[in-house]
C-alpha cells in the first residue's frame, strides 16, 4: 500500500513538472521544432506564397547547385565574409581584453564602452548609420579629404565593399571580447611568476602562457562567430543590398530575397537547408581538429 502511495505521489509530482514545463514545450514544438521540420518538407516543392505547395522532389536543389549562378556568387561572398570577419573580431577582442584585464581607475566604465558596439551592432539603425558613414560624400571620406587623402568609393567599388560591411562585423566584438576578459581571470598567476624568473618576456608569456590556457575560450568564440558570420544579413541587406555587382550578396540575403521578394518559398527553404549543411560541416571540422590545439584543464590533451 505504502508502494502505490509513493508512486501516485511521484506521479503526481512529474504531473507538476509537465505544467511547469507545458510553455516552453509548447513554445519549442510550435515556434522552432514545426518551422524546422515544415521547411524541410517545402525545401522539395515547388511552393509559391500565393499557392499550395506542389511536391517537387530533389528540383530545387538541382537548380541551386546547377543553373543558379547568382548562388555560386552570394556562396563566394558568404565565405570571404566569414574568412575576413571571424579572425578579424576575435583578434580585435583579443587585443581589447588584455588591455582591459588591468587594475586602473575607471577600469569598469572603460569595459562598458568597449561593450556597447556589441548592444546595437546589429540594429537596422547602426547599420545605416554605416551606410551614412561610409558613403561617397559621407563622413570617413570627409575625414580622409581634410588630411589630403583622396576619397574612396567604400560602397560603390566591388573590391572595398565587402570589407566595409566586415569591418561594421569586426566592431561588434563586445561579446567576444567579456568571453576572453573572464578567460583571462583564471589564468594562473603564478605561472606568470615562473615564467618571469625564467625570464620571459611579455610576448613570450602572451604566446606561452597566456593563449595556451584560453585557447577553449577561444575555439567556443571562434565557433560562435562562424555561425553568426554564416548567417549574416543585417549588414548585406540595409547598407549596399547585395551590391555592387552580387559583391555582397551573402546567403542570408539570397535566401530573403527568394522567399519574400520573389515568392518562391520552396527555394529558399532550399537555400536555408543548404546554409545548415554548410554550418553542420564546418562545425564538425572544426570540433574534430580541436583536439590538436585546445587545452582544457582537467584534460591531459593539448
Known amino acids: 500500500m505504502n508502494g502505490k502511495k509513493k508512486i501516485r505521489a511521484y506521479r503526481r509530482r512529474d504531473y507538476h513538472a ?109 547599420a545605416m548609420l554605416w551606410k551614412v558613414m561610409f558613403m561617397d560624400n559621407g563622413v570617413v571620406n570627409a575625414l580622409l579629404n581634410s588630411i589630403g587623402i583622396s576619397s574612396v568609393s567604400w560602397l560603390g567599388n566591388p573590391n572595398v565593399a565587402l570589407k566595409t560591411i566586415c569591418m561594421l562585423e569586426i566592431w561588434q566584438f563586445g561579446s567576444s571580447m567579456v568571453m576572453f576578459l573572464a578567460a ?54 540595409v547598407i549596399t543590398d547585395g551590391g555592387p555587382l552580387k559583391a555582397t550578396y551573402l546567403l542570408g540575403l539570397k535566401l530573403y530575397k527568394e522567399g519574400f521578394s520573389y515568392f518562391k518559398m520552396g527555394y529558399a527553404c532550399a537555400i536555408s537547408w543548404v546554409m545548415f549543411a554548410i554550418i553542420l560541416v564546418v562545425t564538425l571540422l572544426l570540433f574534430r581538429f580541436s583536439n590538436t590545439w585546445v587545452y582544457y584543464e582537467d584534460s591531459d590533451v593539448f
Open 184 to 237: 583571462l581571470k583564471q589564468v594562473p598567476k603564478e605561472l606568470y611568476e615562473a615564467a618571469s624568473i625564467d625570464g620571459a618576456g611579455k610576448i613570450r608569456k602572451f604566446f606561452s602562457i597566456t593563449v595556451p590556457q584560453i585557447t577553449s575560450i577561444i575555439f567556443f568564440n571562434m565557433i560562435m562567430q562562424t555561425i553568426n558570420a554564416l548567417q549574416a544579413y543585417t549588414s548585406a541587406s
Open 18 to 126: 509537465f505544467i511547469y514545463l507545458a510553455p516552453w514545450l509548447i513554445g519549442l514544438c510550435v515556434l522552432q521544432l514545426y518551422p524546422f521540420l515544415s521547411s524541410l518538407y517545402y525545401s522539395f516543392t515547388d511552393y509559391q506564397i500565393t499557392s499550395s505547395p506542389v511536391w517537387a522532389g530533389l528540383k530545387n536543389y538541382i537548380t541551386l547547385f546547377t543553373s543558379d549562378k547568382e548562388f555560386i556568387t552570394s556562396l563566394s561572398a558568404t565565405i570571404r565574409f566569414t574568412l575576413m570577419t571571424v579572425p578579424g573580431k576575435l583578434i580585435l577582442a583579443l587585443a581589447v581584453a588584455v588591455f582591459l584585464n588591468r587594475d586602473i581607475k575607471g577600469i569598469n566604465l572603460i569595459r562598458t564602452f568597449y561593450y556597447i558596439p556589441s548592444l546595437f551592432g546589429g540594429s537596422i539603425a547602426i
